[in-house]
């Protein structure tokens, strides 16, 4: 079965840093792009950060240029976000997505989300 | 930034009858790589159309997804009692990917 799994979630406080990690499974991870999408409350979708493939390419929202990093081990079948500098509006649900081909397209695996709270 | 504008905000329907959704990109999105996704409470969303036009893995033929350049069209043919969710539209033809803002169709 093709799966998504995000952890790392929790709260922290503004100012502060967060990993969120996603394991893949049922499917070959290293051939393809995979992003990083959020949610805040009651709130629509919102794209953060995608990364290729071979993990050399990587795009980021305005938003989060220069405070997040996305990254990924292929040995380990699993995607990262690092987050420094959080801020309330950060706080949201983060999915993790796979994209249909190694250097982009839609987004057709999701995981379930991990929960992100920024406050003190 | 290509901004993705959805309308209406909201679709208020009965089961059986057809469900029109627009999705209108501030500029051209390149190759019509545009997709169309649904949203259910407490659920990630699920791919529904891609390439503007082409039906996802799965799902029902009484979805279909119309349009080209900036103007594009999530049709529901007869709504069934499963399909009362948000719906957001997505371009992926450009490097910073964006959302629409969803259409909620409710009963």
């Known amino acids: 079965e093709v799966q998504l799994l995000e952890s790392g979630g929790g709260l922290v406080q503004p100012g502060g840093s967060l990993r969120l990690s996603c394991a893949a499974s049922g499917f070959t991870f290293g051939i393809y792009s995979m992003s990083w999408v959020r949610q805040a409350p009651g709130k629509g979708l919102d794209w953060v950060s995608a990364l290729s493939g071979s993990g050399t390419t990587t795009y980021y929202a305005d938003s989060v240029k220069g405070r997040f990093t996305i990254s990924r081990d292929n040995s380990k079948d699993t995607l990262y976000l690092e987050m420094s500098s959080l801020r309330a509006e950060d706080t949201a649900v983060y999915y993790c997505?796979?994209?249909?081909?190694?250097?982009?397209?839609?987004?057709?695996?999701w995981g379930q989300g991990a929960m992100v709270t920024v406050s003190s | 930034e290509i901004v993705l504008t959805q309308s209406p905000g909201t679709l208020s329907l009965s089961p059986g009858e057809r469900a029109t959704l627009s999705c209108r990109a501030s500029?051209?999105?390149?190759?019509?790589?545009l997709a169309w996704y649904q949203q259910k409470p407490g659920q990630a969303p699920r791919l529904l159309i891609f390439?503007?036009?082409s039906r996802a893995t799965g799902i029902p033929d009484r979805f279909s997804g119309s349009g080209s350049a900036t103007d594009f069209t999530l049709t529901i043919s007869r709504l069934e009692p499963e399909d009362f969710a948000v719906y957001y539209c997505q371009q992926y033809g450009s490097a910073l990917l964006t959302f629409g803002g969803g259409t909620k169709v409710e009963i």
């Open positions: 390439g503007a036009s």
């Open positions: 500029q051209i999105v390149s190759s019509n790589y």
């Open positions: 997505a796979k994209q249909h081909s190694w250097n982009g397209g839609p987004f057709d695996i």
